[in-house]
């Protein structure tokens, strides 16, 4: 396995540097009127669910290359970011009810943004358990899932503005008030530099899988030459 | 017979229409928006919603990353043992 290069290190340092300013940033930045603190979800809350869009397009342009130019490198990048799907999902879908358990008084609303969302969680979580258990053809079917998964994307994004819902719309973060959006890029910057860490270190994880199973049936045809 | 029936429901009624004008005040104040006095106080406090929240998502990142390293750690040593075993086997042909 190769060594970490100096840009993973850097990015780690600033990453690092980002968990003691961003909160401080946060913690400055005015409280909301009518929801008051508990709004400051909203900082981290969004750019959770901008990851996992853009984890869903990486698998989808991932699953593309693997399906139509039988690309390798391209499968291993789709199950890194669909894992990364996964993780943001959770995120998305654990900080958005807390913070509708205190805006609107209740945990879960069946409206399309939250059903949206947790279809597109499900579907990755299909995608995962394809792969997994789908037996000799559970990597195709998987790749085909994840554009399914990237197809809901745009519903989820625009659900709030095409149906009535209890969800905030599209234009919060366009019209978000002057004194919030330092504090608010600031978050999406770190979580950006977080999702590309991780998405690097576990491509680097599908790598070696990928180099140690050559090996092994390199050594088995050594060994067998050997006997 | 009758009148014995008639008085017995007269009584029952009374007694009814009794127990309802002493429980009326409280029936009504159950229905009744109540009005606050002093200052207004948040019955949920928004802190423990947005700790619970960030503390979530970190622990969620941090988990992710210790299962990438211990994949990562399993690769290293799966590489270590196929690379003992070779050795093993001899020089190779």
Not at chain 1, 70 to 87: M, N, Q, Y
Request: hydrophobic share 55%; aromatic share 10%.
């Amino acid at each position: 396995m190769r060594s970490l290069g100096i840009g993973f290190w850097i990015a780690l340092a600033l990453a690092a540097a980002g968990f003691l300013i961003v909160p401080t940033m946060i913690m400055n930045a005015p409280t909301e009127p009518v929801m008051g603190f508990v709004q400051k979800i909203f900082y981290f809350h969004v750019p959770c669910a901008i990851m996992l869009f853009l984890s869903t397009f990486v698998c989808a342009g991932g699953s593309v290359a693997f399906l139509f130019k039988a690309s390798e490198r391209g499968d291993r990048i789709a199950v890194a970011a669909a894992e990364l799907s996964v993780l943001f999902g959770i995120c998305v879908l654990t900080s958005g009810p807390l913070w509708g358990r205190k805006a609107w008084g209740v945990w879960w609303q069946w409206d399309a943004r939250l059903t949206s969302s947790l279809l597109l969680f499900l579907i990755l979580n299909g995608y995962l358990l394809a792969r997994r258990y789908g037996g000799p053809a559970g990597k195709k079917l998987a790749a085909a899932l994840s554009l399914f998964a990237a197809v809901d994307v745009p519903l989820v994004y625009k659900s709030v503005d095409i149906w009535r819902t209890v969800h905030p719309r599209t234009t919060v973060v366009p019209t978000l008030d002057p004194r919030m959006r330092p504090a608010f890029w600031s978050a999406f910057a770190l979580m950006l530099l977080v999702w590309s860490l991780l998405l690097a270190l576990r491509v680097r994880l599908e790598n070696a899988r990928a180099e140690l199973a050559e090996l092994r049936l390199e050594a088995e045809d050594l060994l067998e030459a050997a006997s | 017979m009758r009148k014995k029936i008639r008085a017995r429901l007269n009584r029952f009624v009374a007694v009814v229409a009794g127990a309802l004008c002493w429980l009326a005040p409280a029936l009504a104040r159950a229905q009744e928006f109540e009005k606050v006095s002093g200052a207004v106080r948040e019955e949920l406090p928004g802190g423990r919603f947005v700790a619970a929240a960030y503390g979530f998502i970190w622990i969620a990142v941090l988990v992710y990353v210790v299962s990438i390293a211990r994949g990562l750690g399993r690769v290293r040593e799966d590489l270590g043992a196929l690379k003992k075993r070779l050795d093993r086997a001899g020089p190779r042909p």
